[in-house]
């Protein structure tokens, strides 16, 4: 697949796809049905021990986890289509909250591309009007 142009998938036939496929490949065995982790890290919060995102997603589930941690390379398994449509319904994960979640392992993920928060105008605090005569110097 063409890393440069991977854009998650957002329809609703993709998103339930992919969770038909992470229900069927076992993806529940390591991280359960509502992404909360066991064996696996957790996909419910934002960190990540390979970086989140669709792109990084997409990555792991095609070569598979670190090391000796048991997660294969999917992209024998599973064609492009497939893989991007598991890493789509990954992200559905994101800002829930699973009924007994594992410990957060990983670093907080923050998208590069992503936009700036805009920083927040300061209102100008209004200019007070002092009558002259009514200061006094010491």
């Given at each position: 697949?063409?890393a ?40 419910a ?5 390979l ?8 990555n792991?589930?095609?070569k598979?986890?670190?090391p000796g ?6 992209k024998q ?13 990954v ?9 007994n979640p ?12 992503a936009p700036?928060p805009?920083?927040p ?9 002092i ?7 010491n």
């Amino acid at each position: 697949y063409d890393a440069a142009n991977l854009v998650a998938l957002t329809d609703q036939a993709s998103i339930q796809k992919g969770k038909e496929l992470f229900t069927s490949k076992t993806c529940t065995a390591c991280h359960l049905d509502d992404g909360g982790g066991s064996i696996g890290p957790n996909l419910a919060d934002e960190h990540w021990i390979l970086g989140g995102g669709f792109k990084n997603i997409m990555n792991t589930l095609a070569k598979g986890g670190r090391p000796g941690k048991g997660m294969i390379a999917w992209k024998q398994n599973l064609k492009p289509a497939e893989i991007a449509q598991v890493a789509s319904y990954v992200l559905t994960f994101q800002g829930t909250t699973a009924a007994n979640p594992k410990a957060a392992e990983g670093d907080i993920w923050v998208d590069p591309n992503a936009p700036s928060p805009a920083t927040p105008v300061q209102e100008a605090t209004p200019e007070m009007e002092i009558d002259s005569a009514a200061v006094t110097m010491n």
